[in-house]
């Protein structure tokens, strides 16, 4: 497979040269085909761009263009430059056509103000108080002593002659294995730490790939691309059952009912520690193997994401499995308890705080019962309505959820460092006051917690028997 920058050198100039000659409309079957460094198009507001010469451009990295290239990116592209219109005027240089036909997701309704309101008044906040958006190291900082903790109880789960000892080291190292995702990696993949795309693709990479064994490109495609702008859309977001016939879990109501789901607001919590040990199976399998991520396609992977790929598992296995074992010759009996428990803990603390701030009893389903081309609410509504916020003012409860539980602010400013969620959250609120729009939040995890069992109930005891499934 050819580097990015070879397949830019190959094709940039005379296929985008061609295509303006040949055609001025496009369906989105045709876009998507256009969807590596050699050929970027993106839909934006129906139009069609050719920003295959803007790759290497982008202020913001080469990575976020070829992320979106060959699909629908008009509310990822207004959320991530929410303060400006300069990108705008900017992409206007590269339209080449329009969208026809049938969108491949449902299409939300035009902005009616909301957000452009938000973006005005949060953008103030920022110049007002003359703040970088972006808030740099704040979070690598607090990752730092982290990572101490993590190395100090790799060690006592290793070492310690203390049972009581090594078990609590294992689930503090899961924890610790946990929160650089939620915090570093997470501003990271949405481009919200450092403005320096090199500085953050490697601070990301180095917490996901290489420190909890996972994949970036993974996470990029199914929360950037999918979660993040389809959130709570049946069929088009991956957090979402995809497979309406049969799944673990039953979370719409367009899903069938079987009888087991009764009982999954029992068995699927402690199922939610496999969540890590899920998440890096299927990045070789579905991300890298198929080209999907549910129901998300995937664009091709470059060589060097290969290798990285390879490199960054390989390192995970080496210090995870082989130093313990050969090195440190702990016996078999022995780690694998206590490397199960800790992969359990990473999947607990980081599937509790996901699923807490969606799968709620508070939340919205825009597609959850009906099939809709067009849903109710625009885009910015629906995440709204669609994410739960809780403990607004809890410095622990903020540190330990990566300020997951300000996820109707992230919602609407994923390109905003967490560390200024508390401060905007109110800004927002009052927005959705003079606008109607109803604020989610609850106010402690606990009751979070609480709406997240209630839905799981709820979708358990009703069935609603449909004919059209989509998986």
């Known amino acids: 497979m050819a580097p990015q920058s070879e397949l830019r050198q190959r094709t940039a100039g005379a296929g985008a040269t061609d295509v303006k000659e040949a055609k001025k409309s496009f369906t989105w079957q045709e876009v ?33 263009v070829i992320l979106h290239s060959g699909r629908e990116a008009t509310d990822t592209f207004d959320s991530y430059h929410p303060f ?22 449902p299409v939300y309704k035009p902005d009616s103000g909301f957000y452009r309101e938000c973006r005005k008044r949060v953008g103030e906040y920022f110049e007002k108080n003359n703040i970088n958006p972006q808030a740099g190291f704040a979070g690598f900082w607090r990752m730092t002593v982290v990572m101490a903790v993590a190395a ?39 481009a919200a730490f450092t403005k320096q795309p090199f500085i953050r693709e490697f601070a990301g990479r180095l917490f996901m790939d290489w420190f909890a064994g996972a994949s970036m490109v993974s996470w990029l495609n199914q929360h950037v691309v999918g979660h993040h702008i389809y959130t709570n859309v049946a069929g088009a977001d991956p957090d979402l059952p995809v497979n309406f016939d049969s799944d673990v879990r039953r979370i719409v109501s367009r899903q069938m009912m079987h009888s087991i789901y009764r009982f999954q607001h029992l068995y699927l919590p402690p199922l939610y520690g496999l969540l890590g040990l899920k998440f890096r199976i299927q990045d070789f399998t579905d991300t890298f193997g198929s080209l999907t991520n549910g129901p998300i396609r995937v664009n091709p992977p470059s060589t060097i994401q290969w290798v990285q790929l390879i490199l960054s598992k390989s390192f995970w296995v080496f210090y995870r499995v082989y130093i313990p074992l050969v090195v440190f010759q702990v016996p078999l009996a022995t780690f694998v308890p206590l490397f199960l ?42 995440q709204v309505k669609s994410s739960l916020d809780y403990s607004h003012g809890s410095w622990l409860t903020t540190f330990m959820a990566g300020a997951l539980n300000y996820q109707v602010v992230h919602h609407l400013f994923p390109s905003v460092s967490q560390y200024h969620y508390p401060s905007i959250a109110p800004i927002i609120m009052q927005v959705c006051k003079e606008y109607n729009v109803r604020y989610p939040i609850l106010p402690t995890f606990a009751a979070a917690f609480g709406a997240h069992l209630d839905h799981l109930k709820e979708m358990g005891r009703q069935g609603i028997p449909v004919s059209v499934h989509m998986g």
Not at 38 to 45: E, K, T, Y
Not at 159 to 180: D, E
Not at 369 to 378: G, Q, R
Request: with cysteine.
């Open 152 to 190: 100090a109880s790799y060690y006592g789960m290793h070492f310690s002659p203390v049972l009581a000892v090594r078990v609590v080291s294992a689930a503090i190292f899961g924890i610790c294995q946990a929160l650089p995702l939620l915090h570093v990696m997470h501003d990271s993949s949405h």
């Open 84 to 105: 400006s219109d300069k990108a705008e005027k900017v992409l206007a240089k590269y339209e080449i056509g329009t969208l026809v036909g049938p969108a491949e997701f």
């Open 32 to 64: 998507a085909k256009h969807n590596h460094a050699g050929s970027a198009w993106m839909i934006v507001r129906n139009k069609v761009y050719d920003v295959t010469s803007w790759v290497d451009k982008h202020p913001g990295g080469a990575e976020m």
């Open 341 to 382: 428990l800790a992969e359990l803990f990473t999947g607990w603390h980081l599937a509790f705080n996901f699923q807490v701030s969606h799968v709620s009893t508070e939340c919205t389903y825009p597609n959850g019962t009906d099939v809709k081309s067009v849903l109710d609410d625009e885009w910015a509504v629906s």
